[in-house]
């Protein structure tokens, strides 16, 4: 399915058929790119950029590498091709002829969905608007930039959802995207972990490893919506995700390789001192992450959660995969309850508890990265384990929020601790100031093409097979 490029707004819905639609969104064109001007990455505006842009969305290379100013980048809207008799596959509607427009009772359930996932997007990239600035290497400078314009391309795609289904509310909520702003006092972004800083890069890594991954499982369960719009919107975002993922796992990683050949060449206690970030302050790190990361999927129990399933509009990770009625009306599901000083599992209706279902998947994935990072220490010969902290670590956001722990604390490892305790041994479960601040003072911008920053391993290869000294970013 081929993409127009000839229109001011690159798409493959035929905008070009619509002309009230196409309009609206040429009118909002300039205030994205406002947006981006105003809160995107603070430099490199007038830079090329090796950037990939989507020529196609089928499977087979839908990515077009070339050198591209930023603000010359083609956003645009693009759907995964049409399934031919895509019917609903859960919930009360389940057999129906997937919809094709808002049924008029869920409107404003849907747009709150897509409201939610649309506005992380350009959070996002105002979070780690001044990364840039001190890029361990023009490979790493390059991959931050193409994670931030696909995110506003993510944007992109919510708002048309936005201008196309939703008339008028649907137009004021696309310009609230612009609006609000990650960490502003008086607009913030929805959610929290959109509103905590990035301040480096390995903060960096950690939310495109941790928060992008939570992107990936509500893009994943809004791609079974029975909305199909919805449904094909979200399966060609994920395949942009990947990619963001994918700089998370391996920037991780290169930190734990460079990390690791220091503890070998110097001492294990003497990386600091030779300028790497050592595996204590790296899981603290994670641990900060992951937690926050684990309160975006919401409360355990959540009516809002049950009802959009019912309703047909958000499904559960891979809905069509599970050998199930997709009613859930008699189903049980376990999930982790605080019981003295003990954890036990307790079931509870799969309808209620759905979002603990989607924490578990989004959990094992997690997992999943955590044991190819010690293997990569493994390798090295070096004794050292990263963990995932436990779920009810450092929670904001349900069942273990402090609130509902009632003076109890959780440590990472999942024991139920006084708040003495916690006070006592917070620092070394997350990052101090005393860790942010020395992270902070490693970030130095290294821009020779093949030179890499010396906290940082290079990456084992390019980015579409490029050689090691290769361009990315063209400086001058
Ligand atoms: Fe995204
Ligand atoms: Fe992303």
Not at 18 to 30: H, N, S, T, V, Y
Not at 67 to 92: C, Q, S
Not at 175 to 188: A, I, T
């Amino acid at each position: 399915m081929a993409i127009d490029y000839q229109e001011r707004i690159p798409n493959n819905v035929d905008l070009s058929e619509d002309r009230r639609l196409k309009r609206a969104l040429e009118a909002w064109q300039p205030n994205f790119l406002n947006w981006w001007q105003e809160m995107g990455p603070t430099q490199f505006q007038a830079n090329e950029v090796y950037l990939r842009t989507a020529i196609s969305v089928d499977s087979k290379g839908w990515a077009n590498f070339g050198h591209v100013k930023m603000p010359d980048y083609r956003w645009g809207i693009f759907l995964a091709e049409r399934e031919e008799g895509r019917t609903v596959n859960f919930g009360e509607h389940k057999g129906e002829a997937a919809w094709q427009e808002v049924p008029g009772e869920y409107r404003g359930n849907l747009r709150r969905l897509i409201v939610t996932q649309g506005d992380t997007e350009p959070a996002s990239v105002e979070q780690q608007r001044q990364l840039g600035l001190t890029a361990p290497s023009l490979y790493d400078l390059r991959n931050l930039l193409q994670v931030n314009v696909e995110e506003g391309r993510h944007l992109w795609a919510m708002v048309y959802l936005l201008h196309g289904f939703f008339g008028r509310d649907g137009r004021e909520e696309a310009e609230q995207m612009l609006q609000r702003h990650s960490g502003d006092v008086d607009k913030p972004r929805i959610l929290g972990a959109f509103n905590e800083e990035t301040p480096d890069w390995l903060s960096f890594f950690m939310f495109t490893y941790f928060t992008d991954r939570d992107g990936k499982y509500q893009l994943a369960s809004l791609a079974e919506s029975g909305f199909d719009p919805l449904s094909r919107t979200c399966r060609f975002m994920l395949t942009e995700e990947a990619h963001h993922m994918f700089v998370g796992e391996t920037g991780v990683g290169r930190v734990i390789l460079r990390t690791c050949e220091l503890m070998k060449e110097h001492g294990e206690d003497k990386v600091r001192e030779m300028g790497g970030i050592d595996l204590t302050t790296l899981q603290k790190y994670l641990n900060f992450h992951c937690s926050v990361s684990l309160d975006l999927f919401g409360s355990e129990r959540s009516t809002n959660a049950a009802n959009f399933y019912s309703m047909g509009l958000k499904g559960r990770y891979g809905e069509t995969k599970i050998d199930d009625d997709h009613l859930l009306g008699n189903d049980l599901y376990p999930i982790l309850e605080m019981e003295g000083d003990k954890f036990v599992l307790r079931e509870d209706n799969a309808l209620t508890v759905i979002n603990e279902r989607l924490r578990d998947d989004y959990v094992t994935d997690c997992e999943r990265g955590v044991r190819r990072w010690n293997q990569i220490i493994k390798r090295q010969g070096l004794d050292f384990e990263l963990k995932l902290p436990h779920r009810a670590f450092n929670r904001q956001i349900g069942s273990f929020n402090l609130e509902n722990l009632a003076g109890k604390r959780v440590s990472p490892d999942g024991r139920v601790i006084t708040e003495a305790e916690w006070t006592q041994n917070v620092g070394d479960w997350l990052p101090t100031d005393e860790d942010r601040a020395y992270v902070i003072s490693l970030m130095q911008s290294v821009t020779e093409p093949g030179k890499f920053a010396n906290w940082i391993a290079p990456p084992a290869r390019g980015i579409n097979n490029q050689p090691a000294d290769f361009e990315y970013v063209r400086l001058n």
